[in-house]
């Protein structure tokens, strides 16, 4: 096995592992036993827990940006695009593995104890705050939409994963839908 398919098992194994039981419960002996490498090995790639929680948030943050990009793209409209995001929560909310946020959860367990879990948790919505905030500005939104959105976004995330129910995505579609005509409207009202 080289280098990067260890390295990319690890974090795999990792992700997997701290989605289904949380990342304070899953010793190295158990991330070991369960990616396939020997304990030299895992420690060869990853000095310390914290560097695999690291390498797993990194993982988290592109599968993250990239599908919901992938899906924005795929709408027609500027308004359209923003609601995308919802469509993409309802998708993600659906799937067996989607426990919340990783974010949300990682920062939950370590945030207190970790500076760089906290950083890169905040880094990561920070990031996700920008990039509503870009496809608002594309809609001739005001600049007060996004963060709306954002924490509607936010808030259906939590509500899914406490409820156990993907229900929470089209709450907050609907939802986004008065807020963003609200804006529009109120936009166009407010230049004629």
């Known amino acids: 096995m080289s280098f990067s398919e260890a390295r990319t098992r690890i974090v795999e194994t990792a992700d997997e592992l701290y989605n289904a039981k949380g990342i304070q419960v899953v010793g190295m002996d158990e991330l070991r036993a369960a990616a ?30 990239e599908g919901l990009d992938a899906r924005v793209r795929q709408a027609g409209t500027p308004r359209d695009r923003l609601l995308a995001i919802f469509d993409f929560l309802a998708q993600w909310f659906g799937e067996d593995s989607f426990r ?36 608002a500005a594309d809609a001739g939104a005001p600049a007060y939409l996004a963060p709306q959105l954002s924490i509607l976004a936010e808030g259906a995330q939590t509500t899914a994963a406490i409820a156990g129910t993907p229900e929470a995505a089209g709450q907050a579609r609907r939802a986004a839908e008065v807020l963003i005509d609200a804006a529009l409207g109120g936009r166009a009202r407010g230049a004629a």
């Not at 949300?104 to 509503?132: M, P, T």
């Open 100 to 135: 919340g946020c990783g974010f949300i959860n990682s920062f939950a367990e370590l945030g207190a104890v970790s500076h760089e879990v906290a950083d890169y948790a905040r880094e990561h919505k920070a990031s996700f705050q920008e990039y509503v905030g870009q496809l």
């Open 36 to 65: 396939g490498v020997s304990l030299k090995k895992l420690y060869q790639e990853f000095p310390s827990k914290s560097s695999i929680v690291m390498a797993v948030l990194e993982r988290r943050h592109a599968s993250w940006t």
